[in-house]
């Protein structure tokens, strides 16, 4: 079995910071893309980052120049620096990452974390 468990969400004023981490674990043989999503209260669940496993990335444009989207292959991690927080930020924060499996490509999905910015 797969898992991906997030960290890091919490509340946080409008300007500040903070760090999300999700790692994986279980049985695969490689994580291809990890993401992070995000969905606040009444809306649809709404990309936020993307990194492949080369480092290439890709950002929502409501967090372009604030969020920051890494990883660490060998330790099966994506991390989101977020930066210069507005309240609209507040979210439920998922991780989701595509694994190569035994059967073939899955995608998983963590429990979510939230973060709430505060005004």
């Known amino acids: 079995q797969v898992q991906l468990v997030e960290s890091g969400g919490g509340l946080v004023q409008a300007g500040g910071s903070l760090r999300l981490s999700c790692t994986a674990s279980?049985?695969?043989?490689?994580?291809?893309?990890m993401n992070w999503y995000r969905q606040a209260p009444g809306k649809q669940r709404e990309l936020v980052a993307a990194i492949t496993r080369g480092g290439s990335t890709n950002y929502a444009d409501s967090v372009k120049g604030r969020f920051a989207i890494s990883r660490d292959n060998a330790k099966n991690t994506v991390y989101l620096q977020m930066n210069s927080l507005k309240p609209e930020d507040t979210a439920v924060y998922y991780c989701n990452a595509r694994f190569g499996l035994f059967a073939g490509d899955r995608d998983y999905w963590g429990q979510g974390t939230q973060v709430t910015v505060s005004s």
């Open positions: 279980g049985r695969f043989f490689s994580v291809h893309d």
